[in-house]
């Protein structure tokens, strides 16, 4: 009987000492705001800033490091940013992922943006002109723009590469892409509709002059 005792004893003993030693070691629970706040305090930003169109400035901002948004800057806050930090051109874009269109489709984007140092010329095609390739020249919100354009229809859709060129800060600013739109006769009612009706809708200039309108120059220390 004492035997048994103590062996109860024994285990009551080695059941308390476990138990101490766990609750000694025990981690408190991580806190999500001080383990985010942790994270932002660790990321260090590059020392460049960007121009805005008022003449201020903006820096890069943790944690993602992008540039923080000019004052005034409406452009949709699910956009992009695309910087390109060549010394000759130093500029930095928004852009949308996609144009969020059922029957629009990208191929070359996002839009390629270069700073050409020259002066603004337009040389406009005739109206009554059949190519393919064509340019005119339009007023985008105050903005002037010389738009050259190239179609080629291939398996069903049509290829149109753009350049729109307008000018900035005593040079100019270039965007290219490239957009397929499909051929709405091959699709049944009422996707047809639907698709001709897109793209009379769809404004490609207002698009452009608001990524045109994003961009800014960039400064380093």
Sequence with gaps: MKNN????????????????????????PIN???????????VYCTAEVKECPDGSFVGRV???????PCPGDTTPTNWLSYTDTDREKNISFRYPKDLGKKY?????????????????????????????????????????????????????SVYTSYRYTTPWKSKLLNITFTLRYPQCQNYFEPEQTACVDERQ?????????????????????
Aim: glycine share 2%; aromatic share 10%.
């Design 62 to 68: 943790p944690p993602a490091c992008e540039f923080a």
């Design 104 to 156: 629009i489709f990208t191929e070359d984007w996002p839009p390629i943006v270069s700073v050409i140092n020259q002066p603004y010329t337009c040389q406009p095609t005739d109206q009554t002109s059949s190519l393919a390739a064509r340019t005119i020249e339009r007023k985008i919100n105050n903005r002037t723009y010389c738009i050259a354009m190239s179609s080629e229809g291939a398996v069903g």
């Design 32 to 42: 999500q705001s001080d383990k985010n706040n942790s994270k932002n305090q660790e």
């Design 5 to 28: 005792i103590f062996i109860i004893i024994i285990i009551l003993a080695l059941i308390a000492s476990a138990a101490f030693y766990f609750l000694r070691n025990k981690k408190p």
């Design 201 to 221: 809708d769809f404004d490609i200039d207002a698009l452009v002059d608001q990524i045109i309108s994003s961009v800014s120059s960039l400064k380093y220390p």
